[in-house]
């Protein structure tokens, strides 16, 4: 009797069966398609990030820094510049008896530079009178 009712609902069976893998490829499709999306956006965020590295590097392998950071040698009067040394791509400056508004004028200079600071040490002397010592590499 059992196989008799299953002969007769053969064809609903199949029909079930059938849906249910339809339904089954459906939900997977759904499932690869927001995958896939969600894989798009992280490879586009990385190849932004890649070209931001790139240019950086093209910026940093400039001969512009290098000038730019020379004038930080001109910037305050020499006798105020008590060391400035530059090897290859390092930088390692100190300046003394800076007043308030020259220092204000390197630290903006050496900020709007794109260069990685390492050490940056500003003491207070007296009253206007200031000391910096800074390293910093591109």
Do not use: P
């Not at 490829?25 to 927001?34: D, P, Q």
């Amino acid at each position: 009797m059992n196989l008799m009712t299953l002969q007769r609902y053969k064809n609903e069976l199949i029909l079930l069966l059938t849906f249910l893998f339809l339904l089954a490829t459906f939900v997977y499709k759904l499932t690869i398609v927001t995958y896939v999306k969600e894989n798009q956006i992280k490879i586009n965020k990385e190849i932004e990030e890649i070209h931001t590295i790139v240019n950086l590097k093209k910026q940093w392998a400039g001969k512009d820094i290098s000038k730019k950071l020379t004038a930080l040698k001109t910037i305050v009067s020499s006798s105020k510049v008590k060391s400035f040394k530059k090897r290859s791509k390092k930088l390692s400056i100190v300046y003394e008896r800076l007043t308030s508004n020259e220092l204000n004028k390197v630290t903006n200079k050496l900020l709007n530079i794109a260069v990685q600071i390492n050490h940056l040490k500003i003491t207070k002397k007296s009253k206007n009178n200031y000391r910096m010592e800074c390293t910093c590499k591109w």
